[in-house]
Nanobody, 131 residues
Framework: VQLVESGGGSVQTGGSLILSCVAS????????IGWFRQAPGKEREGVAC?????????YYGDSVKGRFTISSDNAKTSVYLRLNNLKPDDTAVYYC????????????????????????WGQGTQVTVSS
């Protein structure tokens, strides 16, 4: 399993970014893939996740609802995270993650599951929002 993120950068408050995660090594179109973030001195936080099968369910953490949008392109085995109306508190390293052993459905339980297993993680991409 390999996950490669890209698209991070530095923006001002109110700006936007699109993060990409290219996945390989597992059955992409029957999985749950999520984005997490971790800021210095803070715990890792689930941001958004998506079911890539026909269910298509998505779930967002409370802090990003209405501002971030997750989507997937099964043909490109990629998951995207559009970040709108960025705030300084969004500054963090953003990681793409999955675990083929725990496909399930996108939702809070999936975030909890990934927190308790090793899973597969990308290298992360830095997002910095200045005021």
């Amino acid at each position: 399993v390999q996950l490669v993120e890209s698209g991070g950068g530095s923006v001002q408050t109110g700006g936007s970014l699109i993060l990409s995660c290219v996945a390989s090594g597992f059955t992409f179109d029957d999985s749950v893939i999520g984005w997490f973030r971790q800021a210095p001195g803070k715990e890792r936080e689930g941001v958004a996740c998506i079911s890539t099968n026909d269910d298509g369910r998505v779930y967002y953490g409370d802090s990003v609802k209405g501002r971030f949008t997750i989507s997937s392109d099964n043909a490109k085995t990629s998951v995207y995270l559009r970040l709108n109306n960025l705030k300084p508190d969004d500054t963090a390293v953003y990681y793409c993650a999955t675990d083929p052993l725990y496909p399930g459905f996108a939702g809070p339980l999936w975030f909890e599951t990934l927190a308790g297993v090793a899973g597969y993680w990308g290298q992360g991409t830095q997002v910095t929002v200045s005021s």
